[in-house]
T-cell receptor
Framework: KNEVEQSPQNLTAQEGEFITINCSYS?????LHWLQQHPGGGIVSLFM???GKKKHGRLIATINIQEKHSSLHITASHPRDSAVYIC????????????FGSGTQLTVLP | SQTIHQWPATLVQPVGSPLSLECTVE??????LYWYRQAAGRGLQLLFY??????ISSEVPQNLSASRPQDRQFILSSKKLLLSDSGFYLC??????????FGPGTRLTVT
């Protein structure tokens, strides 16, 4: 069983829809990242969370440490949001290296 | 401000040839450094990490090696490439916080 599980693997939405991507993990963590990867391969860190909720523009990330679960929400989705979204955790006591989920391919149709 | 550089951006190498990918970080001191790989159709995987000069930890046994000859330089090498080494290689760094910053990546194709 992978330490970090993401769902869904693929998601197609119509422009304007509210989108949720889920991440569950099985280890104790110091922090959790939500990353965005565009087709060229470059990766951008969207959020780094250790508790609660963060918001940036139309993106919202939440984490429940007790349930070992995080969600990434996109409000009013747009075709430019199409990308792979990756959940990654930093295990407690580690050298801050990331363990990744398998990613969610999001396609937003106009 | 901090920046991270990787080169080359793309590379096509024959099986059995050597490899050297370089990563340098500017604007910070004593960062933790990481090499990750994304094979075609697969997720990202940690290959090596370093908490200081000449301090390298390997996560996955393979024909790759890493070195850190200077505080802000991290090199990924191979003496003989395999087809399975093809992929997208990312270097990253982190400092005191848990934020992690990624380089632009190197796309390696082994033919």
């Amino acid at each position: 069983k992978n330490e970090v599980e993401q769902s869904p693997q693929n998601l197609t939405a119509q422009e304007g829809e509210f989108i949720t991507i889920n991440c569950s993990y099985s280890v104790g963590i110091s922090a959790l990242h939500w990353l965005q990867q565009h087709p060229g391969g470059g990766i951008v860190s969207l959020f780094m969370l250790s508790s609660g909720k963060k918001k940036h523009g139309r993106l919202i990330a939440t984490i429940n440490i007790q349930e070992k679960h995080s969600s990434l929400h996109i409000t009013a989705s747009h075709p430019r949001d199409s990308a792979v979204y990756i959940c990654a955790v930093i295990s407690s006591g580690s050298a801050r290296q990331l363990t990744f989920g398998s990613g969610t391919q999001l396609t937003v149709l106009p | 401000s901090q920046t991270i550089h990787q080169w080359p951006a793309t590379l096509v190498q024959p099986v059995g040839s050597p490899l050297s990918l370089e990563c340098t970080v500017e604007g910070t001191s004593n960062p933790n450094l990481y090499w990750y790989r994304q094979a075609a159709g697969r997720g990202l995987q940690l290959l090596f990490y370093s908490i200081g000069i000449d301090q390298i930890s390997s996560e996955v046994p393979q024909n790759l090696s890493a070195s850190r000859p200077q505080d802000r330089q991290f090199i990924l090498s191979s003496k003989k490439l395999l087809l399975s080494d093809s992929g997208f290689y990312l270097c990253a760094w982190s400092a005191v916080s848990y934020e992690q910053y990624f380089g632009p990546g190197t796309r390696l194709t082994v033919t």
